[in-house]
């Protein structure tokens, strides 16, 4: 695989104070055999021009081809890709934003080196991301955990799927794809106009394939970001976008197929999407997405706790309903006790009378209290459930 071409595709859009970072990161690898591909969204900013002339100036020997695509309109970022990848001619590929930078001169040699000892079942094979300042100079966290990375290699193509539905934990800005995986599970789906790599791992995973974790670093991902976008309050129209894919994904690649997971999968899926679900009216999304109707009947065990669930924690009405029903019933027996040791005469039996319709009534009323405790304790439930 060393003499075969490796395209590595460079994806820009209104970032012109980042992008000659990153062309130099590709500009510098040291593998003999590479395919450059600046694709452009429609930017505002951009002088086509310059960035030409600086891949022109800059390129060495293994920079073997350079391919421009710039899109006429706004086309979002999972059409922009998939019009990149179509144009590549490499058996491999990898894509990154403009704004990042790959780690250092050996990533497209290390992956190299990984899809030459991979199964023949690995399609995909990521490495570590670097969340880093905005300058790219100071490293906040890394993006995969070691120890989860681990255990992930081991996994079947349905277990990965499992863990992908919980948590993208892997970048896939930090990720190499061959491309015989596009020609067998098509391209990425375009119903989701900023989220690419979440939905195709779910899909590719679903699918059989397979997604490898090579310990190398690959890429310098730097903070903020769509994906990032912390501020609370009404959300700029492409941050809800990405929230809005993010509920879609969630509707399409993964509750269609609930019954192969685990409960706590279950619920740390169903939790998420509620949660995301609020946070995207709250941003003040108005596009329709799964009502609590129907989320119930994605999983009816999720309501039927919530509202059985205080109740199981909470006795005080049965047992003070319990109670009740007690004194009255000893007062009712005792009367009846005494008729009869008394015998029987008109007073005796106007008191057992009496007692009998006491404890009848005040049994009805207790009856009506425990069922009007529950009824207020599930309305306050099902306002909270159902409170978009």
């Known amino acids: 695989m060393n003499n075969e071409l490796f395209s590595v595709i460079v994806l820009h859009y209104n970032q012109p104070s980042y992008v000659y970072t990153a062309l130099d990161s590709v500009l510098n690898q040291n593998y003999g055999h590479i395919e450059l591909i600046f694709a452009d969204d429609a930017s505002h900013d951009i002088d086509k021009e310059a960035i030409e002339k600086y891949i022109s100036d800059k390129k060495g020997d293994n920079i073997e081809n350079v391919i421009y695509v710039y899109n006429e309109e706004n086309m979002g970022t999972v059409k922009t890709i998939n019009r990149a990848v179509k144009s590549a001619g490499g058996s491999h590929m990898l894509f990154f934003a403009a704004d990042d930078a790959l780690y250092d ?13 991979a199964d023949d079942d690995v399609y995909m094979i990521s490495s570590q991301c670097l969340m880093m300042d905005e300058e790219l100079k100071e490293t906040i966290e890394t993006f995969v955990h070691h120890t989860q990375a681990v255990s992930f290699n081991k996994m079947s193509a349905e277990e990965q799927f499992r863990v ?31 989220i690419e790599d979440w939905a195709y ?80 009216y709250a941003g003040g999304g108005t596009q329709p ?55 029987t005469n008109i007073i005796t039996e106007i008191i057992t009378i009496g007692l009998a319709a006491a404890f009848y009534a005040l049994a009805v009323i207790a009856f009506l209290i425990v069922i009007l405790s529950l009824g207020l304790r599930c309305l306050k439930i099902l306002q909270k459930i159902f409170k978009r």
């Open 105 to 117: 001169e050996n990533v497209i040699a290390n992956f190299i080196k990984a899809f030459d000892k």
């Open 201 to 280: 791992f779910l899909y590719l995973t679903r699918s059989g394939g397979k997604i490898q974790y090579s310990d190398f670093n690959g890429l310098l991902h730097r903070d903020g970001g769509i994906s990032h976008y912390l501020t609370k309050g009404n959300l700029p129209p492409h941050v809800l976008q990405y929230k809005l894919d993010t509920l879609h994904i969630t509707e399409n690649e993964i509750f269609p197929y609930f019954k192969i997971f685990s409960p706590q999968e279950k619920l740390t899926v169903f939790e998420r999407y509620r949660f995301e679900k609020q946070a995207y």
């Open 164 to 194: 992908f539905a919980c948590s993208c934990f892997l970048a896939i800005g930090a990720t190499a794809m061959s491309k015989d995986m596009f020609e067998k599970f098509g391209y990425f789906n375009e119903e989701y106009k900023f």
């Open 289 to 343: 997405v799964l009502s609590e109707m129907g989320l119930a009947k994605v999983m009816p065990r999720y309501y039927i706790h919530r509202l059985l669930g205080p109740f199981m924690n909470s006795w005080i009405p049965v047992i003070k309903s319990i109670r009740v029903l007690s004194y009255v019933a000893l007062i009712f027996f005792t009367a009846v006790f005494a008729g009869k040791a008394l015998g």
